[in-house]
């Protein structure tokens, strides 16, 4: 069909059949649309290709006549389809209408008129393959599995190993992990062999997803019943699993199995047995393997294996023995990372030793290795414990010479240290510098100790201004924010406003824990306000609705100051 365009009319004829098409006088006369569309309406685009693309063979030009008449009937006539039941529709035709359809949806549209009453057309592999990868990338999934099964349950058309591969790693992307396993699983029914590749991208995804007990079992299964054989990555990924959950034991025991499949450990195996080892307090015994490798010499060790190594001691306050290892890193020609010299920064700021800390970063910069805002944030929370605002200060000033933002961590540290110290001016001016960043999200963590010490200092409406921000910024306060507030207002006298502010808690999904139920009855006891005292009780049990409703003289507007 070709587009007809002129001055005078934007109406559409179907072009006079290709020669020696004897079946074509008979689709001419069924199927005579005059179809009026803009100039540039991707259907005109669509009439004049030539070419439906490689897979399958390319159809003749009878049949691509046809096929792009079925695309445009389905696409703006689909009462017309039936005028196409006598052509005897080939494979070759249906398969060149489908790879013609504009988008998924509309190929998983024709795909279902050519394959049922009344055109009936036997669907090909070629067409089952293509509209189900159409429908993968276009993330229509569960249309893309439906077809799938159909495929190979109704029709008998096996996916060879590439398509399987193909349809495994999309589910796999989309987060349809046990789709994608499933679909291994059945490899050996369609007499694929599939590359490693695919099963460890899986079971990594599957760690990713915080199921590595999952992972495990899949990759135990899968060799024993010999679907495929692992590689060097198979066993890294599996390691990684179980040294996430804690189980090292299991580790070492995988780490002796990879013989049996021609394997041998690589210093990736080596880095993730060192930190699991380390994650479960077990640093000496990962420093062990490091020592070993670096005696047999055949997976030397890495800046990963020795930081590793570094960060296990720093966590266990350790910090000669983490220098030592840094020495002994620096000494076996092993270049220090951001990473190596903010674990150690970050050791010696918890231990309170900034003298120490500010040494390490004095050697970053003597080794032009450029520090980055954990660098900086270490520094200042090292500062910050130790008491010593002044040098926080004066590293968050040296940020701005090295062009870095400070992060929301950053910003949280520094406003939790000046309201510690009662500096909630300073404090507010870096909460508004913070609301000026688009690029943070702000968290309650931040605003609440500036909110705390505003009601401790009696200023209890500038700390809800500060709670109708959060609000406005879509900033979810959090049971520490009301409970912070309702103790502010009843320190204030302002029960009704407390009242009120416990039932808005409970209203939007935070319920309060003993701590703040504790001491809001405490409050009400204070003020005489028995009554309130049970329905409190009761919401917090969850026996009753939350309402604003406040049963006591209060309700008229009277105050009582509580001690609390």
């Not at 429908?135 to 999934?141: A, D, F, P, T, V």
Request: aromatic share 8%; glycine share 8%; proline share 7%.
């Amino acid at each position: 069909m070709t587009a007809v365009a002129s001055s005078s009319s934007s109406s559409l004829a179907p072009p006079p059949p290709p020669p020696h098409s004897p079946m074509l006088p008979r689709l001419h006369g069924a199927f005579r649309l005059r179809l009026h569309l803009p100039p540039r309406h991707p259907l005109i685009q669509l009439l004049h290709s030539s070419s439906p693309g490689a897979h399958p063979p390319p159809p003749h030009a009878a049949e691509l006549w046809i096929a792009k008449a079925l695309v445009a009937a389905a696409f703006l006539r689909p009462h017309h389809l039936p005028a196409f039941r006598g052509l005897a529709l080939s494979h070759l035709a249906a398969a060149a209408a489908l790879r013609l359809a504009p988008c998924a949806s509309s190929a998983l549209r024709l795909f279902d008129a050519l394959h049922s009453p009344p055109l009936s057309v036997p669907p090909s592999e070629h067409s089952y393959r293509h509209v189900v990868a159409l429908l993968c990338r276009s993330g229509h999934h569960g249309n893309a599995l439906k077809l799938f099964d159909q495929m190979t349950d109704q029709s008998g058309c096996f996916p060879d190993e590439g398509f399987l591969s193909f349809v495994v790693g999309s589910c796999t992307t989309a987060g349809l992990l046990d789709a994608a396993a499933a679909l291994l699983s059945k490899g050996s029914q369609f007499g694929c062999c599939i590359e490693p590749y695919a099963y460890n991208r899986l079971m990594n995804s599957f760690i990713g997803h915080g199921r590595a007990h999952d992972a495990v079992a899949l990759f135990e299964r899968w060799v024993q019943e010999g679907l495929y054989t692992p590689d060097v990555w198979s066993f890294n990924v599996v390691i990684k699993g179980v040294c996430r959950v804690g189980d090292v034991q299991k580790a070492l025991q995988l780490v002796e199995r990879m013989d049996e499949f021609g394997c041998s450990p690589d210093t990736v195996t080596h880095n993730i047995l060192v930190d699991g080892l380390c994650r479960v307090k077990e640093v000496n015994k990962g420093c062990e393997v490091l020592r070993r490798l670096q005696k047999d010499g055949v997976c030397m060790p890495n800046v990963v294996t020795y930081t590793s190594v570094i960060s296990g001691y720093c966590k266990a306050g350790r910090m000669e023995d983490a220098m030592a290892v840094y020495n002994d890193m620096v000494g076996s020609g092993t270049a220090p990372n951001a990473v190596t010299y903010n674990v150690l920064i970050n050791g010696y700021g918890k231990a309170g030793d900034m003298g120490s800390a500010v040494g390490v970063y004095q050697q970053m910069m003597l080794r032009r290795c450029p520090p980055d805002v954990v660098t900086f944030s270490s520094l200042i929370d090292g500062y910050c414990r130790c008491g010593q605002l002044d040098g926080a200060m004066r590293i968050w000033k040296e940020m701005a010479r090295y062009h870095i933002q400070p992060n929301v961590y950053t910003f949280s540290i520094i406003i939790h240290s000046l309201c510690k110290q009662n500096k909630s001016e300073e404090a507010l001016d870096l909460l508004r510098e913070l609301n000026m960043r688009a690029d943070i999200a702000p968290q309650a963590f931040i605003y609440n100790p500036v909110i705390d010490i505003l009601c401790k200092g009696g200023k209890v409406d500038e700390a809800n201004l500060i709670l109708m921000d959060m609000e406005e910024k879509r900033c979810r306060p959090d049971k520490y924010t009301y409970t912070i507030l309702i103790i502010g207002y009843c320190m204030k006298g302002r029960i009704p406003e407390a009242i009120a502010l416990f039932h808005k808690m409970v209203e939007n999904g935070c319920y309060p824990d003993n701590i703040t139920v504790n001491s809001f009855i405490s409050c009400l006891l204070k003020a005489g306000m028995p009554s309130e005292v049970d329905h409190i009780m009761l919401i917090a049990s969850g026996r009753a609705k939350s309402s604003h409703k406040v049963s006591s003289p209060l309700s008229q507007g009277l105050d009582i100051s509580v001690a609390v």
